[in-house]
Each structure stands twice: as structure tokens, then as C-alpha cells.
């Protein structure tokens, strides 16, 4: 399978600020990127799909000016949580994907952000 | 609405044991199916998908449109196999996950 690395691997942050998290597709060229959140012994909740060079679009119940995504090259995307609040505290995983005839995702292992 | 139903959140099976986890799913249409598996403190991992009809790891499902169902099978469990899994469905450019089941081999 594909490369997908993501960065934090975990955060700890206070309450009130921001936390940008990473997530790079290595070996191959991420046209679209997907964001998801995963509670504790939840299943994961798509927030936000994004494309190249474009805005992303949101998931309803998802506010946008928290959840700030990136998506400016094929090979990088941030997810920014501002102004975090303790009930951000949760795991987010992205999901790339090159399109193509089977248009599989791949997985980024995630990031556990802690908000005090 | 397009959704997946996991309706089990534990299984609990006997080593040697046959599987089978269920999953119907909720869609206007063909749906593209797939089952997905995270093992303990790994990321998610795709584990089939419904129309390469392959089976990974002994495990196999089919898509039965009568009973929009796409359950999960395999007939030994295996100690290994221990991990929480989640049926899937795509959703145009998006695919969206049950609850998922947690199955528990015992030894």
C-alpha cells in the first residue's frame, strides 16, 4: 500500500490554542485528501474533503473557521484546529487518495490531540 | 439516506471458529462496498472490497443486493485476527464507515 505519514503523532495543548497537524503522502501524488475524526470507540466521521489547490469542502456540523485544511500541493495537507477547546480532544486521521480506476484511500496512521 | 449498519459492536468468537460479521448497508443505486481493519495501535488498513471478489487473510464477503447485505466471513478464526472492523461504503468521492465491530478471538 501507499506511504501516508502524518505529524504529530500525538499533541498536548492548552485550551485556546491552535495545533496544525501534517499529513504527506510519500510515495505517491494526493489529488484528494480526506480529513476524519475519530472518538474514543467511535467510528470515523468524515469532516472534510479537499482537492488540490482548491477549498475544501465540509461536512455538515463540521465549522470550517475551526477546522482550517490546506491542501496546496499533491504530496502535503494541513489540518489546523483553532482556538481548540477539551471537546477537540480526539484522533484525526487523513486519507489521500490519487483517484484513478479503483480510487482507493489510504490511511495516515493519525494524530491524537489532548486538549487541556 | 446512504449509510452502513454494523449491528454488532462485540463478537466474540472461539479460535477455530467460524466468523461472520454482519453489515447492510443503505443505498440508491450500485454501492461499492468495502471492509476495512485496525489492528491494535495500527492505522486503518483496507481489507477487501466487493468488486475484486478477493479474499485477504481467509476472509471473504459478498454483496447480497436482495438483502442489502455485505457481511463478513471466514471460516477459522484466528487469534490474529483479533481487531475492530468497519463495513464501508463509498459515497461519490467519499467513503463513509459504520460503527464498526470489535471481534475478540478467544483462545
Known amino acids: 500500500g501507499a506511504v501516508v505519514s502524518q505529524h504529530p503523532s500525538w499533541v498536548i495543548c492548552k485550551s485556546g490554542t491552535s495545533v496544525k497537524i501534517e499529513c504527506r503522502s510519500l510515495d505517491f501524488q494526493a489529488t484528494t485528501m480526506f480529513w476524519y475524526r475519530q472518538f474514543p470507540k467511535q467510528s470515523l466521521m468524515l469532516m472534510a474533503t479537499?482537492?488540490?489547490?482548491?477549498?475544501?469542502?465540509?461536512e455538515q456540523g463540521v465549522e470550517k473557521d475551526k477546522f482550517l485544511i490546506n491542501h496546496a500541493s499533491l504530496t502535503l495537507s494541513t489540518l489546523t484546529v483553532t482556538s481548540a477547546h477539551p471537546e477537540d480532544s480526539s484522533f484525526y486521521i487523513c486519507?489521500?487518495?490519487?483517484?484513478?480506476?479503483?480510487?482507493?484511500?489510504?490511511f495516515g496512521p493519525g494524530t491524537r490531540l489532548t486538549v487541556l | 439516506a446512504q449509510r452502513v449498519t454494523q449491528p454488532e459492536k462485540l463478537l466474540s468468537v472461539f479460535k477455530g471458529a467460524p466468523v461472520e460479521l454482519k453489515c447492510n448497508y443503505s443505498?440508491?443505486?450500485?454501492?461499492?462496498l468495502f471492509w476495512y481493519v485496525q489492528y491494535s495501535r495500527q492505522r486503518l488498513q483496507l481489507l477487501l472490497r466487493?468488486?475484486s471478489r478477493e479474499s485477504i487473510k481467509g476472509f471473504t464477503a459478498d454483496l447480497n443486493k436482495g438483502e442489502t447485505s455485505f457481511h463478513l466471513k471466514k471460516p477459522f478464526a484466528q487469534e490474529e485476527d483479533s481487531a475492530m472492523y468497519y463495513c464501508a461504503l463509498r459515497r461519490g468521492d467519499k467513503i463513509i464507515f459504520g460503527k464498526g465491530t470489535r471481534l475478540h478471538i478467544l483462545p
Open positions: 486519507s489521500p487518495s490519487a483517484g484513478g480506476p479503483y480510487n482507493e484511500q489510504f
Open positions: 479537499s482537492n488540490e489547490g482548491s477549498k475544501a469542502t465540509y
Open positions: 466487493h468488486i
Open positions: 443505498y440508491s443505486g450500485s454501492p461499492e
